[in-house]
T-cell receptor, first 107, second 116 residues
Framework: GIQVEQSPPDLILQEGANSTLRCNFS?????LQWFHQNPWGQLINLFY???GTKQNGRLSATTVATERYSLLYISSSQTTDSGVYFC?????????FGKGTRLSVIA | DAGVIQSPRHEVTEMGQEVTLRCKPI?????LFWYRQTMMRGLELLIY????????DSGMPEDRFSAKMPNASFSTLKIQPSEPRDSAVYFC??????????????FGSGTRLTVV
């Protein structure tokens, strides 16, 4: 099945800093989503982005499907951005999740 | 839309008891998924349904686990008998399926199960 690798596994940022999270996947996909799991455990869908670039406020994402990777950019980070960021992909089977990047933003 | 609705939010039960988790998918979504999240294994798929029919239950850990989807608006995941190692957060998700692909999953808030 599809393999998903996320990096870095952990990230600590000072409030206001920018960061880039990476997701590599092993096969062609028709679905790629980025999720934020907040401290209460909720999985919040950030982007549905099997290809191309999208932006939503301070967050943006780019997927280069031909090279099998996706990037999530967080600009001007805030303490409320803390949590775990998951990349999940699927081809003709259900979403497979990476292990996540745990982000801690310090005031 | 109210999103994917799961109940209960928290469940604490004694080992050996039956546990039933419930899920209401988003109206119009024709695929439903049950995932389990643990520290050791992360987020893993247990079972998924397409048009109310179970498609792949290979992720169900044991015969103690069963899932049903009697109609397009309701699904249950049952554990009987429950064991302490079943303690985890159980998520339900739904999506619209086109052709062979599943698109735009929406997750419920999860059920945190503790078996003592």
């Amino acid at each position: 099945g599809i393999q998903v690798e996320q990096s870095p596994p952990d990230l600590i940022l000072q409030e206001g800093a920018n960061s880039t999270l990476r997701c590599n996947f092993s096969d062609s996909v028709n679905n790629l989503q980025w999720f934020h799991q907040n401290p209460w455990g909720q999985l919040i869908n950030l982007f549905y982005i099997p290809s191309g670039t999208k932006q939503n406020g301070r967050l943006s994402a780019t997927t280069v499907a031909t090279e099998r990777y996706s990037l999530l950019y967080i600009s001007s980070s805030q303490t409320t951005d803390s949590g775990v960021y998951f990349c999940a992909v699927s081809g003709n089977t259900p979403l497979v999740f990476g292990k996540g990047t745990r982000l801690s933003v310090i005031a | 839309d109210a999103g994917v609705i799961q109940s209960p939010r928290h469940e604490v039960t004694e080992m050996g008891q039956e546990v039933t988790l419930r899920c209401k998918p988003i109206s119009g979504h024709n695929s439903l998924f049950w995932y389990r999240q643990t520290m050791m294994r992360g987020l893993e798929l247990l079972i998924y349904f397409n048009n109310n029919v179970p498609i792949d239950d290979s992720g169900m850990p044991e015969d103690r686990f069963s899932a049903k989807m009697p109609n397009a608006s309701f699904s249950t995941l049952k554990i009987q008998p429950s064991e302490p190692r079943d303690s985890a957060v159980y998520f339900c998700a739904s999506s619209a399926t086109r052709g062979q692909g599943h698109y735009g999953y929406t997750f419920g808030s999860g059920t945190r199960l503790t078996v003592v």
